[in-house]
């Protein structure tokens, strides 16, 4: 009985840290808007282009898209070359699953502290107009990887497990 507590509560941390990542990817996709908009308004209605709005929006969109990729969408939902996976069997796509999943992590594990490094590097930047550190303007790539990274981790797993053909 406590196992399936742990794993009742497990799930529902899930849930609720799930909710939490689209809260967030939908906060800065709506920020990257906002600042869209002010754009807008100030170049074409008020004659007078503001420079942080642009750079504003690029970041705040650059941000959307990585928190997204990482964390609000599964990695079985991505972009995929998948001609010869829909043809072959069920156990077969297990397998190319299993073997994409595989390289994917080690891949991604590899970019880790590459990245580390890059970031690190990139702390002695600042963007142009709000001078923010660019170690944060594309620390959001180390999010991505790190969170890609365990949910391919995650899909692994399942695919050994019983319930296998959810994630094919």
């Known amino acids: 009985m406590p196992l399936a507590m742990n794993g009742n509560a497990l799930r529902k941390w899930g849930i609720f840290l799930k909710m939490v990542a689209d809260t967030i990817g939908a906060l800065f996709f709506l920020s990257a808007f906002v600042g869209f908009i002010i754009q807008i308004f100030y170049r074409y209605v008020m004659n007078q282009p503001l420079l942080w709005t642009e750079e504003f929006t690029m970041i705040a969109f650059v941000w959307a898209v990585f928190w997204a990729a990482a964390f609000c969408v599964p990695v079985r939902e991505h972009v995929s070359f998948d001609v010869v996976y829909d043809i072959v069997s069920e156990h077969t796509r297990r397998l ?73």
């Open 96 to 168: 190319f699953t299993m073997f994409s999943m595989v390289v994917l992590i080690v891949a991604f594990a590899m970019l880790i502290p590459y990245t580390w490094d890059y970031l690190d590097f990139l702390t002695r930047k600042k963007s142009s107009v709000l001078r923010l550190p660019m170690n944060l303007v594309y620390g959001c790539y180390l999010l991505f990887l790190f969170g890609f990274t365990v949910q391919a981790i995650w899909r692994l797993m399942r695919l050994f497990g019983p319930e296998w053909r959810d994630e094919i």
